[in-house]
């Protein structure tokens, strides 16, 4: 089946640093890429869409200048959290769309944790 | 009133129960259902799609009555390796092939 990476799968920094999260698909080329924020106990929540070759589009609430996110190739997605301040410690999911059909073709990478501190 | 709402949980069952999980959604330009599974730390996982006409995977049955606008999962004869978070998703076309998931409801299933 189709496989979408992230790497880091944890990070940890400090308050006012930038990070950024990796998202791959490894098999097959991703014309869509997603990006979702999990808090402890709650749903997924998409942040944003993204296609390859052009802007984002994020969702109502979601800073696109401080959740920067690139899409440069069909393979790779980038999300950079910058200025992280604690709240922005969460389980970020990239999800990749454009591979064999299932579940509508998307595919979610493992995760990325984030605690700032 | 949240897109797709699920059974508050915690569910706890012992082994060999049936348990059911519900699930409403509010839009009704929504057009494919999703039951995923979510373990501890991980991604969601993709447990089966959902169709009118019901639709079964072994030990596991989901339906949809779109005139209701609801959606369940029931699982028989369950397993402690079914003791995962249980998440219900919608897809809307109209917006771009969008997933829109429920809050989840978790079951844990004791010997």
């Known amino acids: 089946g189709a496989v979408v990476s992230q790497h880091p799968s944890w990070v940890i920094c400090k308050s006012g640093t930038s990070v950024k999260i990796e998202c791959r698909s490894l098999?097959?080329?991703?014309?869509?890429m997603f990006w979702y924020r999990q808090f402890p106990k709650q749903s997924l929540m998409l942040m944003a869409t993204s296609n390859e070759g052009s802007k984002a589009t994020y969702e109502q609430g979601v800073e696109k200048d401080k959740f920067l996110i690139n899409h440069a190739s069909l393979t790779l997605s980038t999300l950079t959290v910058t200025s992280a301040h604690p709240e922005d410690s969460s389980f970020y999911i990239c999800?990749?769309?454009?591979?064999?059909?299932?579940?509508?073709?998307?595919?979610f990478g493992p995760g990325t944790r984030l605690t700032v501190t | 009133r949240k897109e797709v709402e699920q059974d508050p949980g915690p569910f706890n069952v012992p082994e060999g129960a049936t348990v059911a999980f519900n699930c409403t959604y509010s839009n009704s330009a929504s057009q494919s259902f999703f039951w995923y599974r979510q373990d501890c730390r991980k991604e969601p996982k993709l447990l089966m799609s959902?169709?009118?006409s019901g639709n079964e995977d072994g030990r596991f049955t989901a339906q949809l009555n779109r005139a209701s606008q609801y959606i369940s999962l029931l699982i028989r004869d369950s397993k402690l390796s079914d003791s995962a978070t249980y998440l219900c998703v919608v897809k809307l076309y109209n917006q771009g092939g969008k997933l829109i998931f429920g809050q989840g409801t978790e079951l844990s299933v004791k010997p």
């Open positions: 999800s990749a769309r454009g591979g064999p059909s299932s579940a509508g073709g998307q595919y």
């Open positions: 959902v169709y009118s």
């Open positions: 098999d097959f080329q991703a014309t869509t």
